[in-house]
């Protein structure tokens, strides 16, 4: 039952409090050559946990989380997280951020970026979602903004 003085989960302090404690992963980080790898760590009523990790150069498309909201963690390397902006006198860009270990990002419903392993070594990453994904729909920047390449589902592609 909901009330007046339910706070909302803080997805970030769940994100660290998981990356802060992988004994208590049920799997070990795995490494896959071809390409990302992850695991569900765990599974709420009001959200998931997921583990990644990522090789150099490894990355995702450009991304929803259809309509769920969450945060990711850095536990260990370095991510680049890149989100696309629409200034009013040009074509889309993509802004960049980089996230190092022990720091984290929040992120609402409607937001989508791509994230990448730059850096010289494998990272490993902590991500929580709320609700848990259903649907993540795949975009690719073009001349006029963002244009939907395809629209994965849990259970299918994931």
Same mark, same amino acid.
Request: proline letters at 9%.
């Given at each position: 039952?909901?009330?007046?003085?339910? /706070?909302?989960? &803080?997805?970030?302090?769940?994100?660290? !409090?998981?990356?802060?404690?992988?004994? !208590?992963?049920? /799997?070990?980080?795995?490494?896959?050559?071809?390409?990302?790898?992850?695991?569900?760590?765990?599974?709420?009523?009001? $959200?998931? /946990? %997921?583990?990644?990790?990522?090789?150099?150069?490894?990355?995702? !498309?450009?991304? &929803?989380?259809?309509?769920?909201?969450?945060?990711?963690?850095?536990?260990?390397?370095?991510?680049?997280?890149?989100?696309?902006?629409?200034?009013?006198?040009?074509?889309?860009?993509?802004?960049?951020?980089?996230?190092?270990?022990?720091?984290?990002?929040?992120?609402?419903?409607?937001?989508?970026?791509?994230?990448?392993? $730059?850096?010289?070594?494998?990272?490993?990453?902590?991500?929580?979602?709320?609700?848990?994904?259903?649907?993540?729909?795949?975009?690719?920047?073009?001349?006029?903004?963002?244009?939907?390449?395809?629209?994965?589902?849990?259970?299918?592609? %994931?």
């Amino acid at each position: 039952m909901s009330s007046a003085f339910d /706070v909302p989960a &803080d997805h970030l302090a769940i994100a660290a !409090d998981y990356a802060g404690r992988p004994l !208590d992963w049920p /799997v070990a980080p795995r490494f896959n050559p071809a390409s990302r790898w992850y695991h569900r760590l765990a599974e709420h009523a009001d $959200h998931e /946990v %997921w583990l990644l990790t990522w090789l150099p150069g490894q990355g995702t !498309d450009l991304h &929803d989380h259809g309509g769920s909201a969450g945060a990711f963690y850095v536990v260990a390397g370095v991510l680049t997280e890149e989100t696309p902006r629409h200034p009013t006198d040009g074509p889309p860009t993509l802004v960049s951020r980089t996230l190092t270990a022990g720091t984290g990002r929040r992120f609402g419903t409607q937001h989508i970026h791509r994230v990448t392993n $730059h850096g010289p070594t494998p990272a490993i990453s902590v991500h929580v979602y709320a609700p848990a994904l259903r649907t993540m729909t795949r975009y690719r920047l073009g001349p006029n903004g963002l244009e939907t390449i395809a629209v994965d589902r849990a259970g299918a592609q %994931w």
